[in-house]
Each structure stands twice: as C-alpha cells, then as structure tokens.
C-alpha cells in the first residue's frame, strides 16, 4: 500500500493524485499505453521509393488536371531528400533520426504521421 503523501507531493507525481473527498488516499492512474511506435527510417525509405516511382512512371502533362507536374513531382522529391539528408532520416546508429528522437516520444509520433500521411497521399497519386 502507497504511504501517506502530503498533498504538494501526491500533485507534484505525474501519475498520483489525490481525491480532496477522501482523506488520506491517493489514487494511482496507470500511464496511458499507447501502441509500439513506427520507425521512421523504413517510412522515409518508403516515401523516397514512392517519389522516385512516380517520377519514373509514363508521364502525361495535361493541363486541364489538378496533377501536378512531373518536374513539380521531381522536385519536391528533391526537397523531401534534402530534409531526409539533413535530419538523418535514411542513417542508421547514432546519427540517425530515430536515435535523436528516441525520448521525445510525441515528436517521433508527430514525424510518423508525417511520413504516413505523405506516402499515402503519394500512393494515391500512383
């Protein structure tokens, strides 16, 4: 059983809490446990794969579309490998971004999705 904590340390803890309706308990809230995160390096891979496909593939200016076109698409691949190159995403071991983002939980979860909603939408174009 938890010992008696005064109320500034029980509200000081992140995960105790005191209830001001009783006396003398602390309540315990458990960490919430999210699912394992992703991995940014096979996400960037899969992202500069997805850009280099569509750069290769029969191309078709029109126009009339709202698709971008293929020297736009180039690009921004371009600009997506530069930012890749300049956080590290594509090493590995100490200098790659996974490792500098290893702590910040919130920070690798943002760039995941990132990552994802990029690639899918580059799927989509496909």
């Not at 180039?74 to 702590?103: K, P």
Request: glycine fraction near 4%.
């Amino acid at each position: 059983m938890a010992e008696r904590r005064s109320s500034r340390t029980a509200a000081a803890s992140s995960n105790v809490a005191t209830d001001p309706g009783l006396t003398n308990q602390l309540i315990f809230f458990a960490p919430k446990m999210g699912s394992p995160q992703q991995e940014l390096q096979p996400l960037g891979r899969t992202v500069a794969g997805t850009f280099k496909r569509l750069v290769e593939a029969p191309w078709t200016d029109d126009p009339e579309t709202t698709i971008p076109s293929r020297r736009r698409i180039a690009a921004e691949e371009e600009r997506f490998r530069l930012w890749a190159r300049t956080l590290g995403l594509f090493q590995t071991g100490h200098a790659s971004l996974d490792y500098r983002v290893r702590d910040a939980s919130f920070v690798k979860a943002s760039l995941a999705n990132l990552l994802t909603e990029l690639r899918d939408h580059l799927q989509n174009r496909q």
